[in-house]
């Protein structure tokens, strides 16, 4: 697989935050990089007021070649591979419990559990990058764009980004409560966020 070389701490960030692939491990003896502060949180709008969702179980991976730093993959060749996975069912909103359950009904989180981006291209402006690639949530996999913002200091990087999107384009009927008085928008936030170090 041909790869792009990386020269700027940005293109780091638009790897490690915006592929979302399950379990991806660096090829032969690399080094697996260390998450830590992973946040995916959705906001989204209601006939009642503002109401958001966290994500309290994401799991992030990320590799480099063996005996070289996350800096120099930085200037060098990039990542051997990467991954966030989010868990529907771990999603927990603001208003409570019954929230919660007629989210994860929307999403049929029993018959599609995650949620994952694959990347397949990226533009680097600055700090700032912009990915194309395959988002795949409810059974369906969209061709999407998303951006990220980076931020990197000798062995630790930071990343953050947010993708607005529609429920509908992926077949999800936004959630109802109180037997349908109250309503959710279709368009929602993505907000994503983590660091990685070697």
Known sequence: MNRPKLSHPAALALLAGLALLPGIAPAGNGTVLRASDVTVKIEGESTLHAWQATASSVSVSAGIHA????????????????????????????????????????????????IQFNMKSYRLEGQTVTAQGDLSMHGQTKAVTLSGFADIKGNKLAIKGVYLMKMSDFGIKPPVMMFGTIRTSDPVKIYFGFKLND
Do not use: R
């Not at 019954?98 to 018959?111: H, I, P, R, S």
């Open 67 to 114: 005996g070289e730093s996350l800096s120099a993959a930085v200037k060098d060749h990039g990542l051997d591979g990467l991954a966030l996975v989010l868990d529907v069912d771990s999603l927990k909103s603001t208003e409570g419990g019954g929230m919660d359950k007629n989210m994860w009904n929307a999403f049929e989180a029993d018959k599609f559990p995650k």
